[in-house]
């Protein structure tokens, strides 16, 4: 049996590590003044973040097309693959996982779309779980099991400088009622099983960075671990200094995908970390 693996760009995996497990991306879209961009592909992170505060209207995302997953997934068929697992953001946040649910019933149960619960590497580690328990041979169950269990694990915790973005997206209604109140704090977010939560707030962003790195020891020892940013990568570079021995191997490095960014705004930082089962 050949297991082929499917996800999107708000996963936020490397190209490195893509081309190395063979896993499939499905761009997001990003909306700017009318025009379409494939997140990731059609427009630099680096270049979205710098003209984000001034766009007006603001930017909005949308979920790939039902057809571009059906597309992919017949590609994988019919060059060997016998099951697809795909892994997408949570219904709860985002279109994704919707659009591949229609397109998977088009074959039954070769594919098998999961809702991760989580944004970014939090979508990501759950497939490089995956990939490495089908790279030493493991059936589809297993994998599965393999998936569900970082699934629950998985910690992804975000310092932003502003609610201004996450209470434009309109999917977290406690952002948009406390937005008068907190014009000037700068809120630190959990994204769980689907829900984002208000762990608290900091007035400053040196008290934000020591709050966000408190929540991130309390985990506990790491099986991976990823330093999240949005364009704020020497900040998350020092960040990486003063964690990386919290885990064996070399801590990741993300300026988060513009899909997830739109909600979140420019110098965000953050965590994605599996804790040791």
Do not use: C
């Amino acid at each position: 049996m050949t297991i082929a693996l499917v996800t999107d760009s708000t996963a936020d995996i490397p190209a490195h590590i893509q081309e190395r497990h063979k896993i499939e991306i499905i761009p997001a879209l990003v909306n700017i003044h009318g025009k379409s961009y494939a997140d990731g592909i059609e427009i630099t992170r680096e270049e979205f973040y710098t003209r984000l505060p001034k766009l007006v209207p603001p930017p909005t995302t949308s979920a790939p097309s039902v057809g571009s997953f059906q597309e992919r997934y017949e590609k994988l068929f019919k060059t060997g693959a016998s099951k697809i697992i795909s892994v997408h953001p949570p219904n709860s946040l985002s279109g994704i996982f919707n659009a591949a649910r229609l397109a998977a019933a088009d074959f039954g149960n070769r594919v098998r779309v999961i809702d991760s619960g989580q944004l970014t590497l939090g979508i990501g580690f759950q497939v490089l779980a995956a990939a490495e328990a089908i790279a030493r041979g493991a059936v589809l169950d297993e994998v599965l099991q393999i998936v569900d269990s970082v699934g629950q694990r998985v910690r992804v915790i975000a310092l932003l400088e502003s609610l201004e973005y996450i209470r434009r997206s309109g999917r977290v209604s406690w952002a948009k009622a406390m937005f008068g109140n907190l014009l000037r704090i700068q809120p630190l977010i959990e994204i769980r099983h689907g829900i984002v939560n208000r762990l608290g707030q900091a007035r400053t962003r040196l008290q934000g960075i020591e709050r966000l790195t408190d929540v991130m020891n309390s985990w506990g020892p790491l099986e991976q671990l990823a330093v999240l940013h949005t364009n704020a990568e020497s900040a998350a570079r020092e960040l990486v200094e003063a964690v990386k021995t919290k885990v064996t191997s070399q801590p990741l490095v993300i300026n988060v995908t513009t899909a997830i960014g739109t909600h979140v705004g420019p110098n965000g930082l953050g965590f994605a970390a599996v804790p040791v089962e």
